[in-house]
């Protein structure tokens, strides 16, 4: 039948797509297994004896264990910080809705709008005053503010679908509002407050708007560092792989992990 | 919205309001948000009225609209616009044809869809600054490129990607980035078609372009829209992959408004001249969201 032959070609065509898209990365995480000679050869070296020089020379050289770790505290900081301000929200409006949930839902999304240029330089010059310029403690607030929406928005719709009758229960047996959020929800709602968790430690983990013009060198995340290897002196191919590769391989990993979470999240909820 | 059934309460949530107080649980969101939304733009726009450069620090004072006509008269502002606008509607483009023509390809059954699926949707994952420096450097440079390397296989010039078409290779890179994000929602959109609409229609004799545009295109026309307006939002404002390719160059070839108002700002320190094009940011990306916030909310409802 012409069926198998056609489905064939669909999976010729569906691989190909793939391979071709997926690509860069792929060459990317090859190279960082060369020599820097072996990175710029021409032809491109396909079959090469892989060698970790350039994640060892990567942590040697600069400073990337720190890059590496003010990531790490500013993704999961902000993270941490967005869902101790967002679970009592989402928490206050999924279960006692009033007329005016919607509205200060629809306001919370639009926060989100602000163009993130358009407030720079009054942000760029209370940094400086406060001295937040290059520091872990300025990006950890931006970024928290930033998700935020997101953050309210996501757990809202999660908190929307846990039974009220549980929660109905324990009021009846005397829970104060405290207990019934963090006996009753919270443990009730973990796999929605983790996917939450994790979009918005993906975002802040990729966020290149305000890294860079906030953070040079102490403060910096690794998209800042990454950044400097812009500059054209030398062709540093190599470490420039294996710094990316290490500073994307956790994210993609997570990414790929709760691409239907994101989904949602990162409509608003408009697309499920 | 009707009190029919007065007899039970656990079906009418509005009675328990008063016995709670949420204010302390919902107060301190709203504030923190309030704060942020609202006093860095009163600084922009209060900047953007006044005579403030870093550099001549003596030159101060009220200046009203002067920061604003300057930047009209600025042939780099309109060159910026232009370049915001072909930016971001090229990339738009780009992304919802890919995007869709994706997402109806692996909708399909095929051996190993999971993991192709997962290939497609991996570059959103990648930090912006890494895309832009792998696409710069292995992949469009003019002589160790990959590209160069395919073009001289054919024995064509390998393309100066940068100098030559700086816009087209910029608006490659962040496509490049984009159509997984597009892919990936309108995926999830497609997934939700009722198979036996579907099945109905290949019965009534409808063949595969029919069928898309019939049933999946508009089955797909919010997801389409949605992806559109938060694309835009980020695409109005691209920056990391400018600042490590092109720096708004050649020129202003690829200086974009956030390339402009960070070049004038941040590098000049003209802190007036920046504000007053931040305010013009702001309004452009408001217009976006008003549409935006129309749609969700229309979904908030329905909900």
Do not use: C
Not at chain 2, 110 to 119: D, K, Q
Request: net charge neutral; charged share 10%; proline share 6%.
């Amino acid at each position: 039948m012409s069926d198998s032959r056609q489905k064939l070609w669909l999976t010729i065509l569906a691989w190909t797509i793939a391979l071709l898209v997926f690509f860069p990365i792929f060459w990317m995480a090859l190279t960082s297994f060369k020599t820097e000679t072996e990175a710029i050869s021409t032809p491109p070296s396909l079959f090469f004896v892989p060698t970790l020089d350039n994640f060892t020379e990567v942590f040697a050289r600069s400073n990337y264990a720190r890059f590496v770790w003010n990531s790490i505290a500013v993704s999961f900081g902000s993270t941490l910080l967005a869902l101790a301000f967002a679970v009592p929200a989402a928490y206050a409006m999924a279960f006692f809705p009033t007329k005016r949930t919607p509205s200060i839902l629809l306001w919370m999304l639009s926060t989100k709008m602000m163009p993130p240029v358009g407030v720079l330089i009054p942000i760029y010059l209370l940094f400086k005053n406060l001295s937040l310029l290059d520091t872990v403690t300025g990006l950890l607030i931006i970024y928290t503010l930033i998700n935020l929406p997101i953050v309210v928005w996501m757990l809202y719709t999660y908190f929307k679908d846990v039974p009220g009758e549980i929660l109905e229960a324990g009021r009846v047996d005397g829970a104060k509002p405290m207990q019934e959020l963090f006996l009753l929800l919270i443990p009730l709602a973990v796999p929605g407050i983790a996917s939450t968790g994790l979009l918005s430690v993906i975002l802040s983990w990729n966020e290149a708007f305000w890294s860079l013009n906030l953070a040079s060198s102490n403060g910096a995340p690794l998209t800042a560092f990454i950044a400097s290897f812009s500059s054209p002196q030398g062709l540093f191919w190599a470490k420039l792989s294996a710094a990316s590769l290490m500073a994307i391989a956790p994210i993609l990993i997570v990414g790929w992990m709760s691409q239907r979470q994101l989904v949602s999240g990162l409509t608003f909820g408009a697309v499920k | 919205m009707t009190t029919l059934a007065p007899t039970h309460p656990a079906t009418k949530p509005a009675r328990k309001n008063r016995e709670v107080d949420t204010r302390p649980l919902l107060w301190p969101s709203i504030a923190v948000l309030f704060l942020w939304m609202i006093v860095p733009l009163a600084m922009t726009l209060y900047f953007s009225v006044i005579r403030y450069n870093l550099l001549s620090p003596d030159l101060t004072g009220f200046v009203g609209l002067e920061n604003y006509a300057f930047l009209f008269d600025d042939p780099a502002l309109w060159t910026s616009l232009w370049n915001t606008l072909v930016l971001v509607g090229s990339v738009l483009i780009i992304t919802v044809v890919f995007g869709t023509l994706f997402a109806v390809l692996y909708n399909q059954e095929f051996p190993g869809r999971g993991v192709a699926r997962l290939l497609v949707i991996a570059p959103f994952f990648v930090m912006p600054t890494v895309s832009a420096l792998v696409w710069k450097n292995m992949m469009m440079h003019p002589v160790y490129g990959l590209i160069a390397w395919l073009q001289s296989l054919l024995g064509i010039q390998p393309t100066d990607w940068f100098s030559n078409y700086p816009m087209l290779a910029v608006i490659i890179i962040i496509a490049w980035q984009w159509v997984p994000f597009a892919f990936l929602i309108l995926l999830t959109a497609i997934q939700s078609l009722d198979t036996e609409q579907k099945e109905a229609a290949r019965i009534d004799g409808a063949g595969p372009l029919a069928m898309f545009f019939y049933i999946t295109l508009p089955h797909l026309s919010r997801a389409i829209s949605v992806v559109i307006m938060i694309e835009t939002i980020f695409l109005l404002t691209i920056f990391a992959e400018i600042y490590v390719t092109t720096a708004g160059g050649p020129g202003t070839a690829t200086t974009n408004l956030a390339w402009l108002i960070y070049s004038v700002g941040l590098l000049q320190f003209d802190v007036g001249y920046a504000s007053a094009g931040g305010i013009i940011a702001v309004v452009l990306a408001n217009i976006v969201a008003i549409f935006l916030v129309r749609t969700v909310s229309r979904n908030l409802q329905q909900a």
